[in-house]
């Protein structure tokens, strides 16, 4: 028995170590997939306002039929950012510039007293602006996570495991311009 005694406390050596391994191995593609769930959540919201988007033209259009460039910057706004399949960085660039076409397609319609007073147009102002806070949440809760998986992938002693396994840091959604930050503005007044 007692020749057992060295050989138990090596492989609680090696055992210890081991778990540690794959505890923290397993943590981090925990942290992975939650990264992934939640861009999947910004992309829902997402494809949620693009739906609204060409609904929200053929309203202006009905009124505001002169005003083609604004009109066509918003479609072409909303296909870039549609195609647009890079690094949360490159989607965030073609976001802001949807956001920014569509602030010009409300500064617009404040010319057209009968379209800020139709109701399909009121609307869909409101859905945009329920859509923009839903993109919002999806954003923190996606960046939380990042910040989560990118804390666990520098911090040590899980860096090392992060490096042999190839666990690379993640990117955060963010919006450059601060103004861009903010829900397009929507006066819903008489």
Known sequence: MEGFIPLIVVAVILFIPLLWVIGTFNGLVRLRQHVRESWAGID???RR????????????????????????RVIQARNTAMA?????ESQARDENAL???LKQLFAVSEDYPDL????????????????????????RFYNANVRDMN???????????????????????????????LAPQVNLGT
């Open 116 to 139: 800020k007073a139709s109701g399909n147009f009121l609307h869909l102002q409101q859905e945009l602006v329920n859509t923009e806070d839903r993109i919002q949440a999806a954003r």
């Open 151 to 181: 804390t666990r992938v520098e911090v040590f002693p899980s860096n090392i495991i992060a490096g042999m396994f190839s666990f690379q840091r993640e990117e955060f959604f963010e919006v450059e311009d601060a103004s861009v930050r």
């Open 84 to 88: 647009s399949e890079g690094s949360p």
């Open 44 to 46: 829902t919201e997402l």
């Open 99 to 101: 956001v920014g076409s």
């Open 49 to 72: 306002r693009y739906d609204l988007v060409p609904n929200l033209v053929e309203a202006v259009k009905g009124y505001a039929a002169h005003e083609k460039q604004v009109l066509e």
